[in-house]
């Protein structure tokens, strides 16, 4: 009888300990079940430059043209010389070429005129000065419209000038009447 | 007399050799319960565990292409002051995973203008020291490797920590709306048990 009541007290413990083990196994595997991570969110950012821009402030304006005689308007005439101004990204290098023709003609086509660019026909101001006929500190002077210097810039204010000059050479019968011709200048960011 | 003393004396015998008799028995009894309890034992054992230092991403430093020119592709390198910088802090030497979701274009902060960005499979690199300066990137790392496409045995420092730096490239359109443009850029990391 002694035994039976004991045979119930060792039941209970080796059930007890059997739980443990179990229990010890349970939380051993959901331990190893869990894996830490972690995630972040940085960013890339940029800031795109003020839009560059040209426009054609004032045209070349050779006036009034005599057969047969060559007239010059120099790159600082005030109410003559064809002005484009650039805006943009103060400081920022640009490249400008400039397409220059090589006549200009009447409306209806049935007459041209050669003109002509010399290598000393441009000016190129990089302050906010627009009187070609005011020569400022940042100006480049005498240049070839044709190849205009790689190294120009923008200036601190955000805009530069092109001051352009040219030569019409008229033929001793040409044809009276409005001439007229385009002037192309392509700018465009270079990156430094 | 005689029957009357022999009457008590055998009664007295008969109580001695009963109790004398229990006794034996008792002792018996004690004895082989004695002999049961020693064939069983208990014994506390014990399980362990140790659980690793938590596992954590920060993002340090933004990838920065500063002033960008429309239609001019900028690119900045993993090994620059502009690269960005994540850094990883967790157990020394374990292996861990990690991925990288880049974006494809950066936007201004309304929406109305997005930029192309672009991530070479070269332009990241996992450093495994304490080194946080990416242009000076610790020995023993992963460089020039895959921002989408990070090693696999990848494994934190000695000292518990790892970086990544990590380059890229805009590539802005000629009308490219002027402004200020971001993206996110998304890492997650975790441990792989090795």
Redesign the interface.
């Known amino acids: 009888m002694?035994?039976e009541k004991?045979m119930p007290q060792?039941s209970r413990?080796r059930k007890s300990?059997v739980f443990a083990a179990i229990a010890?196994v349970l939380?051993?595997s959901i331990?190893g079940g869990v894996?830490?991570?972690?995630?972040?969110?940085?960013?890339?950012?940029?800031?795109?430059?003020?839009?560059?821009s040209i426009t054609a402030t004032q045209a070349l304006i050779f006036g009034t043209v005599y057969q047969g005689v060559p007239k010059s308007i120099a790159e600082n005439v005030t109410a003559s010389s064809g002005i484009f101004t650039i805006t943009g990204?103060a400081l920022?290098g640009i490249s400008l070429y400039a397409q220059m023709p090589e006549y200009m003609a009447t409306s209806t086509g049935d007459d041209r005129m050669p003109v002509a660019f010399s290598t000393t026909d441009a000016a190129y101001d990089s302050t906010a000065n627009a009187n070609p006929a005011t020569a400022s500190g940042g100006m480049l002077t005498n240049i070839n419209p044709n190849a205009i210097p790689a190294t120009t810039v923008i200036g601190g204010g955000g805009g530069s000038h092109l001051f352009l000059g040219g030569r019409v050479l008229p033929s001793p019968n040409q044809k009276a009447g409005a001439y007229t011709a385009d002037i192309i200048i392509t700018v465009?960011?270079?990156?430094t | 007399m005689k029957s009357v003393l022999d009457n008590a004396n055998g009664k007295g015998f008969k109580s001695v050799h009963r109790a004398l008799i229990m006794t034996i028995a008792i002792g018996a009894?004690i004895v082989a319960?004695n002999s049961?309890v020693s064939a069983?034992d208990?014994a506390v054992g014990q399980?362990t565990?140790t659980?690793?230092t938590?596992?954590?991403?920060?993002?340090t430093?933004?990838?920065?292409?500063?002033?960008?020119?429309?239609?001019?592709p900028?690119s900045i390198a993993k090994n620059t002051a502009s690269s960005?910088v994540?850094t990883i802090t967790?157990q020394a030497s374990a292996g861990i995973s990690l991925f990288m979701q880049l974006?494809e274009y950066?936007a201004t902060s309304t929406g109305d203008d997005r930029?192309p960005?672009a991530f070479s499979t070269t332009d990241g690199t996992v450093d495994s020291t304490a080194n946080v300066n990416p242009a000076t990137p610790g020995g023993g790392g992963w460089p020039n490797v895959n921002p989408r496409n990070l090693p696999s045995t990848t494994v934190l420092g000695g000292g518990g920590g790892a970086h990544i730096f990590l380059g890229?490239k805009?590539l802005?359109s000629?009308?490219?709306?002027?402004?200020?443009?971001?993206?996110?850029?998304?890492?997650?990391?975790?441990?792989?048990?090795s």
């Open positions: 002694y035994e004991r060792f413990m300990g010890v939380v051993l331990g894996s830490a991570q972690d995630a972040t969110t940085g960013s890339a950012t940029a800031t795109v430059t003020t839009i560059l990204q920022a465009s960011y270079i990156g | 009894m319960n049961q069983q208990v399980a565990a659980v690793q938590i596992l954590a991403v920060s993002a430093a933004s990838l920065v292409f500063g002033t960008v020119y429309q239609g001019i900028k960005g994540f967790g974006p950066l930029m960005a890229g805009v802005p000629p009308n490219q709306k002027a402004g200020a443009y971001t993206g996110d850029i998304i890492v997650t990391v975790a441990y792989t048990g």
